[in-house]
């Protein structure tokens, strides 16, 4: 097998193994997306442990996430209450399914570090909206029992 250490562009190898996307490697080395993208192909024919690794890189949230979070976000802002599945404000509905779905994978302890850090702000996940408890606290969360 090759390693990264034999590749003309180590650092962009680093990168995509650690799981950075190419556009944002790109931008944090001046290069073109292109190019990197004809590099990291030729690196992933000789090496394919390149791709075992950046499969097994972290991930963080996706954008799509992000901007359903700043959404719920904005409707208790503007609302003052969490969303409720009858609810007929804007996205209401829509809303409470994606939060009942993050309170899910909290539970199920699959929601990720990066999301259960973000989704911290907006209080406890393990209760609903009137404070009753819909689960077992997770170790080491916001939303830990006291």
Do not use: C
Request: charged share 25%; no cysteine.
């Amino acid at each position: 097998m090759a390693q990264i250490a034999d590749s003309n562009h180590e650092a962009w190898d680093r990168m995509y193994a650690a799981g950075l996307p190419v556009p944002r490697i790109a931008e944090l080395t001046g290069s073109r997306v292109g190019t990197i993208h004809r590099h990291l192909e030729g690196r992933r024919a000789i090496d394919p442990d390149l791709a075992v690794a950046r499969a097994e890189a972290p991930r963080g949230p996706s954008k799509v996430w992000h901007r359903h979070l700043a959404e719920l976000r904005d409707f208790i802002a503007t609302h003052g209450h969490y969303p409720t599945i009858h609810g007929t404000k804007d996205r209401e509905a829509s809303l409470y399914v994606w939060l009942s779905d993050q309170r899910h994978s909290h539970l199920a302890q699959t929601l990720g570090w990066a999301k259960a850090r973000e989704m911290g702000v907006l209080g406890r996940l393990d209760h609903n909206r009137s404070g009753a408890r819909v689960g077992p606290a997770v170790a080491g969360t916001a939303w830990q029992s006291s």
